[in-house]
């Protein structure tokens, strides 16, 4: 089996809110990501998916843990060697507006990174650059025109081709399509999907929306509360989802059908979402889990293969009943 291209292991960030309070955004998150492959996470805002995605990113130093990139701890690298993992994995951000300097064009935002690792002389840059444009769909004429005079989908598609200007491995997607509409949300993600088969790419795509997710993913991973509660390939996790948490989220995907739409089982969580400041060391999700037992109060379970491939945190899972919540 070849090695991931990417290994995360009991990953944690905590913040320090105070003298007494902890926010534990990232509590014991572990995963791996194959070479070529697109990895989805997926969960409620403030599950800790974009923190998981800064701290791969190395914009945040992690609590506890490792990250490994082609087998090396990215946190125990010298100044040289971060600066090299940098060359290799990049991030999109969610906001392309807000992650786009105002100030510069387009040219000088896509070629920055050409020029701090020193890669192509003046016009070889110039040439990069407007092959970058082609690639996401924008025309040379774009270059001298600054972010504010693009639409949120052509800002986006800076954002993207800015990420490949430094020909990366793997790139990191912070919910990329949330701020834009559904049409140009479908010529990103193909997009996306054709830049990944082009340049042999390997993406982790961070979302909400699980419909999205499913069509670009090919495993994913469900987040609730800092913690992985299900991870599984995407035919699969939708086929049969095991976690509580999961088969909520599932029932929630709208389908475009009226009349399968209005005879299917809507499972609706109820209770509360437990406080995240100094949270228990226990399944967070029993307050809102119709399965909870006393053994739910002992400790947050652990992920299990409980079929190739196939990994869920829960300690009733050999008592769901699946086939009654198949999507």
Known sequence: MPEPLLEVTNLKKYFQLGR?????????????IMKGETFGLVGESGCGKTTTGRLIARLYDPTGGTIRYKNRDIHAL???????????????????????????????????????????GREETRDKVRELLSRVGLSQEHAQRFAHEFS??????????????????MI??????????????????????????????????????????????????VMYMGMLVEVAGANELYRAPLHPYTQALLSAIPIPDPKEESERRRILLQGDVPHPINAPDQCLFRSRCAYATERCERGAPPLVETAPGHWVACVMNEELNVDAYAI
């Open 20 to 32: 007494r309070k902890t926010l534990k955004a990232v509590n014991g998150v572990s995963f791996q």
């Open 78 to 120: 010298s100044k040289s060697e971060a600066t090299d993992y940098a060359f290799h994995v990049q991030m999109v951000f969610q906001d392309p507006y807000a992650s786009l300097d105002p100030r510069m064009t387009v040219e000088s935002l896509i070629a920055e990174g050409m020029h701090i690792h020193h890669m192509y």
């Open 152 to 169: 949120g989908g052509q800002r986006q598609r800076v954002g993207i081709a800015r990420a490949l200007a430094v020909d990366p491995e």
């Open 172 to 221: 990191v997607f912070d919910e990329p399509v949330s701020a834009l509409d559904v049409s140009i949300q479908a010529q990103i993600i193909n997009l996306l999907k054709n830049l990944q088969k082009d340049f042999n790419l390997t993406y982790l795509f961070i979302a909400h929306d699980l419909s999205l997710v499913k069509y670009i993913s090919d495993r994913i991973g």
